[in-house]
């Protein structure tokens, strides 16, 4: 090849891969890439507009998706009343939370304090000196409602019951629940004077806490035991034994508080989360939470486009020419004829300019039914791709004249 023809080739390169490139659309570079925590997952939380009469005879109930937060039924949900031993919840996601931050272990002994013996209610009659492993403290909480072993649980993770309740409404305004407020780990309401929630504030703990998969082996067992066998434990939730699917969590009754649930089952890969308030029996509150259920069930399911790895997009000016798209797992609550007639779209840009960040959007996913869109989820650049430097360049176009 003549000089002349090496020259030209050596500028014709240059140009496509300085300056060329260029002509592709690009996203925003300048725009703050998402972290983990805040890119969108397509799990929005859309109310259903219409529902039956239920013929419910509580008066505060939620029907919740778990994995969406998507609130099937409501019926008086904001309203707080007294939760009596549903406030276990808060108890045991922060005991659940302990666990999971390596401060407390099931294999812990606890020696039980004069103060949590003296517990009155639900009891596994515990006495001062006694020592118990954390696991079965958490047995007795969930299975058995125990207040003793509640507050022995509250006293080994935060000393004193006085300071967990602290970190219990911290937690609760974590949560994003204004109008929630404790007064002690158990649900007594005896002598308290604002130890309310409400049937919403219960089902967003109650999700909170099934993130957490150890606590559903508790919850999901009927009949269990302390003491080397020598003390039953039976599950309060009768559901448990009785209504098919029905994996927890969580029951409270007190004259104030009146009968109450918060309860979870599973069928078919969709968990549903039944909160039923002032029930004015247990056979009532059961049956509320059943009807809640079965609708549930009978009606709704939930659609599921897995993660995956999507394009690649071509990209201008950087050290690489291309950059790999990513959308996360996407989850929609949809009436069950909708499910299998869920159309899928995607649109990836024609190419961006480096550099890009990871986690950068690319391009969108638009899911559609019936030819309207019920959810859109964003697909992120999967690697970062830095701008190529001059040196670099120059190395490439050399690359490019030796092999021409």
């Known amino acids: 090849m003549s000089i002349s023809k090496r020259v030209l080739t050596f500028f014709l390169a240059f140009v496509v891969l300085f300056v060329g490139n260029g002509i592709y659309c690009s996203a925003d570079t300048d725009e703050t890439p998402l972290s983990p925590q805040e890119q969108p997952t397509g799990t929005g939380e859309t109310d259903v507009d219409t529902v039956p009469d239920m013929g419910l005879t509580c008066g505060s109930a939620v029907l919740m998706e778990a994995s969406s937060g998507t609130v099937l039924y409501r019926m008086n949900e904001s309203e707080e009343l007294p939760p009596a031993s549903v406030t276990k919840i808060m108890t045991l996601l922060l005991v659940m939370e302990a666990l999971e931050a390596g401060n407390l272990a099931l294999t812990d002994t606890v020696t039980i304090s004069g103060y949590a013996a003296s517990m009155g209610g639900s009891q596994v009659f515990l006495e001062e000196g006694e020592q118990m492993s954390v696991e079965d403290l958490i047995k007795c909480t969930v299975i058995a409602s125990a207040n003793d072993a509640a507050v022995a649980l509250a006293e080994q993770v935060m000393g004193s019951e006085t300071a967990f309740v602290e970190r219990m409404n911290q937690r609760a305004a974590e949560l994003g629940l204004a109008g929630a407020h404790f007064e002690n780990v158990t649900g007594l309401d005896d002598d308290t004077e604002n130890h309310v929630m409400s049937a919403m504030d219960i089902a967003v703990i109650s999700r909170e806490l099934i993130r957490h998969p150890l606590i559903l082996e508790y919850s999901s067992v009927w009949m269990d035991t302390i003491r ?13 034994r009785f209504y ?154 050399m690359k490019i004249l030796l092999l021409s």
Do not use: H
């Open 228 to 240: 080397d066998g020598a003390f039953t434990l039976t599950n309060t939730n009768r559901l448990i």
């Open 244 to 397: 098919q699917g029905a994996t927890g969590l969580k029951t409270g009754s007190t004259e104030k508080a009146k009968f109450c649930i918060t309860a979870t089952a599973e069928r078919n890969g969709m968990t549903l989360i039944a909160v039923i308030m002032t029930a004015p029996s247990r056979d009532d509150r059961n049956s509320d939470a059943k009807k809640l259920f079965d609708w549930g069930f009978a009606n709704w399911g939930v659609y599921r486009d897995a993660e995956e790895e999507l394009g690649p997009v071509k990209v201008s000016r950087g050290l690489s020419d291309s950059v790999k798209g990513a959308k996360s797992t996407v989850t929609k609550v949809l009436p069950k004829s909708k499910i299998g007639s869920v159309e899928k779209q995607i649109s990836l840009e024609p190419g961006v300019e480096a550099p890009i960040q990871a986690g950068t959007q690319i391009g969108t996913v638009t899911y559609l039914s019936d030819g309207e869109i019920i959810e859109t989820a964003p697909i992120l650049a999967a690697e970062t791709v830095e701008e190529i430097g001059f040196w670099q360049l120059i190395g490439r176009m």
